[in-house]
């Protein structure tokens, strides 16, 4: 994997990525909620996260021509999974986890997942994703898919 000298490689760890996660994800975000509020066409989304630069080559091989991959920053992307909720999108997390992971050995790699049809409105699904993320990076669970069953946890 060749990485761009002037990349932005950032740490979530330590700052927050909040305003650029959304600025960068909402205009496709729109257009999927868009088809789900008329249509009633489902979709779920992703984020994968690594301390180091990610490989789009893996993610664009890795999912359908419907689905869309935005790049946040070279180590953060939003994948969103057209007509897709509840295990069929997760199971698309974990093929891509799969993929990546022969790829890159590795490198760790942190997963958080949520569906429209659990988390209908914008803010709320932009909210459990980065929650579940951040949640993903406290407990270190890399290289795992990380949804709302945590939630179940903390009750």
């Given at each position: 994997?060749r990485?761009?000298?002037?990349?932005?490689v950032f740490?979530?760890?330590?700052?927050d990525?909040t305003?650029d996660?959304?600025?960068?994800?909402r205009?496709?975000?729109?257009k999927?909620?868009?088809?789900f509020q008329?249509?009633?066409?489902?979709?779920?989304?992703?984020?994968?996260y690594?301390p180091?630069?990610?490989?789009?080559i893996?993610?664009?091989?890795?999912?359908r021509?419907?689905?869309k991959?935005?790049?946040?920053y070279d180590?953060l992307f939003?994948?969103i999974?057209?007509?897709?909720s509840g295990?069929k999108g997760?199971k698309?997390c974990?093929?891509i986890?799969?993929?990546?992971?022969?790829?890159?050995?590795?490198q760790?790699?942190?997963i958080?997942?949520?569906?429209?049809?659990?988390y209908p409105y914008e803010?709320?699904?932009?909210?459990?994703?980065?929650?579940?993320l951040?949640?993903?990076?406290?407990?270190?669970l890399?290289?795992q898919?990380?949804?709302?069953?945590?939630e179940?946890?903390?009750?």
């Open positions: 994997m990485i761009n000298p002037n990349s932005i740490n979530i760890k330590t700052k990525y305003h996660l959304f600025e960068s994800v205009p496709s975000y729109q999927f909620d868009y088809r008329r249509n009633g066409l489902t979709f779920s989304m992703a984020l994968f690594s180091d630069s990610l490989d789009e893996v993610f664009t091989h890795s999912i021509t419907t689905d991959i935005i790049r946040v180590n939003c994948i999974f057209d007509i897709s295990i997760f698309a974990q093929n986890l799969s993929a990546y992971e022969t790829k890159h050995f590795s760790q790699l942190y958080s997942y949520a569906s429209i049809e659990e803010e709320i699904i932009f909210s459990h994703l980065k929650s579940f951040d949640y993903a990076l406290k407990e270190n890399v290289n898919v990380t949804d709302g069953f945590h179940l946890e903390t009750v």
